[in-house]
């Protein structure tokens, strides 16, 4: 009871502990931003911290309180820095205080062709500030904690080559990303360095202790993957969660870190050939589905957009291994990368190179032209990036559109979407899941400059506000099937992986 009497006693208040970097993660040159606090703050007076403080409601979220704090405190804004990483938040107790804190940390980097270390300029929170190397923070008088928040929100120098790929990458779908995550898994075991920066303390750690600090390290690895591409989370975490799965069972047995290593090692590759085999056992699902005897022999009308190595997949499958299939096939050339068009590519590729590229006619036209696509259209097909638990699915935007007008266009159309069981995500709404917005240069590219508008620059950038999402949701009461590597799902065995995936996640980062 004394106890609890005590923990109601506390101040709670949840803050963002922020550092400004520069340089390359992960090499000699790389630099994180302190700062010392000044004699007028009311706690931690000439302590050494990060950007830090409270998140006021006004906040939407930790990043928005982040961005403000590191605004009011140095002047820097979104010109100038960009988000280099998140942490996970954690919580500590300052007795003395008699407040809990809990602490979002973040890394930010500083932008090229922003002001750099110059544009800072501090308020009266602080007296001055430094770049040091981050193993140099804990040498400086400090708030308490200040190395967790660090450690939380740097990686070592591969990882963060893996996850920077994985950001940027803006060809490859949530399948392909998935894998690439685990192979970020792999090479982190492999090389045997999963810390950006330890503190003190860990440093001297040896036999099982540093041992526990590896396998924590390699979990927080994890996290960070799962987190870097949220559209397309659901996926990355069931693989990586798996992959880690695979590297505790591993600690289980063994009792040296080399022989864990090896044996996961060997695991690790065999998981990656599976994933590689999982497109066709989808497309097997797909093609034997499609051509059951009730479907009629007609040519099938196909509606689809972007590029989706699942899809073509399927649509390999339902050709070539039924000699009667034919498909025409109707695809919107996905702006602004046109993947819709590297799709149609490749599917003839491969296709052509199986000898049945006759069964096959494509016809592609504009995003707007949907309507126009989906008149008469036999199915909608669509991969998915992320289901959700009630079975709403996140594909590339423009997918709505494509469903909502066959729906209107076509009396008996069917929309289908093909996915692997790892892209159910886990506990949440569609309404809860992050929007991706994306660089604008892909799309103001291809317009007229400004003066060929006859608008001036600080006229435009005043009034116009330019979004590139990727991304959006198709509600699951659109959806007529669901078709994975194991059959065709229901509403229910969606809610049972939900969860499942759920459980996975707490088991594995829940204590981070």
Aim: proline share 2%.
């Amino acid at each position: 009871m004394a106890a609890t009497a005590s923990n109601t006693a506390r101040r709670q208040r949840s803050v963002v502990s922020s550092f400004i970097c520069d340089g390359d993660e992960g090499t000699d040159s790389f630099r994180v931003s302190i700062f010392k606090r000044s004699d007028q703050v009311r706690s931690y007076k000439n302590k050494w911290a990060a950007c830090s403080g409270s998140i006021e409601p006004s906040d939407s979220e930790p990043l928005a309180a982040a961005k403000r704090e590191i605004q009011e405190e140095t002047a820097l804004t979104s010109e100038d820095i960009t988000l280099l990483r998140a942490g996970k938040s954690y919580s500590i107790v300052d007795e003395e205080l008699k407040t809990e804190w809990t602490i979002f940390p973040f890394a930010f980097l500083l932008r090229d062709g922003g002001r750099g270390r110059d544009g800072i300029v501090i308020d009266w929170e602080h007296t001055t500030y430094a770049f040091v190397p981050p193993e140099d923070v804990d040498k400086h008088d400090t708030v308490p904690h200040l190395s967790i928040s660090l450690e939380r929100v740097l990686v070592a120098k591969t990882v963060a080559e893996g996850l920077k790929k994985i950001k940027n990458d803006h060809d490859s779908g949530a399948r392909m990303l998935a894998g690439k995550a685990v192979e970020v898994i792999r090479n982190a075991v492999r090389d045997g360095d999963v810390r950006g920066i330890r503190s003190v303390s860990e440093r001297k750690e040896q036999g099982k202790e540093s041992m526990r600090a590896w396998w924590r390290g390699l979990r927080m690895i994890g996290w960070h993957l799962k987190m870097v591409r949220e559209s397309m989370g659901a996926a990355i975490t069931v693989a990586v969660c798996g992959s880690l799965r695979v590297v505790e069972q591993e600690l289980s047995i063994w009792g040296s870190l080399e022989e864990v290593r090896k044996g996961a090692l060997e695991r690790l590759e065999d998981d990656l050939e599976h994933r590689l085999r999982n497109s066709e056992r989808i497309g097997w699902q797909f093609g034997s589905w499609l051509n059951e005897p009730n479907r009629g022999e007609n040519p099938t009308t196909i509606l689809t957009l972007s590029s989706s190595s699942t899809i073509r997949a399927c649509l390999v499958a339902a050709i070539s291994g039924y000699p009667h299939c034919r498909i025409r096939l109707k695809i919107m050339e996905s702006r602004p990368l046109f993947e819709g068009v590297a799709f149609v590519q490749s599917l003839l590729m491969e296709l052509g190179d199986r000898g049945v590229g006759d069964r096959v006619e494509v016809e592609i036209a504009s995003d707007a032209s949907v309507g126009c696509l989906a008149k008469d259209a036999d199915m909608v097909l669509l991969g998915a990036d992320r289901i959700s638990e009630d079975g709403d699915v996140s594909n590339k935007i423009g997918s709505l559109a494509a469903v909502l007008c066959a729906k209107e266009l076509s009396k008996d159309v069917k929309i289908v979407v093909v996915s692997e069981l790892d892209k159910i995500a886990g506990h949440g709404k569609m309404e809860n899941h992050k929007v991706e917005d994306n660089d604008i240069s892909e799309l103001t590219k291809h317009w007229p400059s400004a003066s060929a508008l006859k608008v001036t620059s600080d006229q435009w950038k005043s009034t116009v506000k330019v979004k590139n999402v990727y991304f959006e949701w198709v509600p699951a009461r659109y959806i007529d099937s669901y078709v994975s590597e194991i059959g065709v799902l229901n509403l229910e065995g969606i809610r049972s992986q939900s969860m499942h995936v759920t459980k996975m996640e707490e088991e594995m980062f829940g204590d981070l």
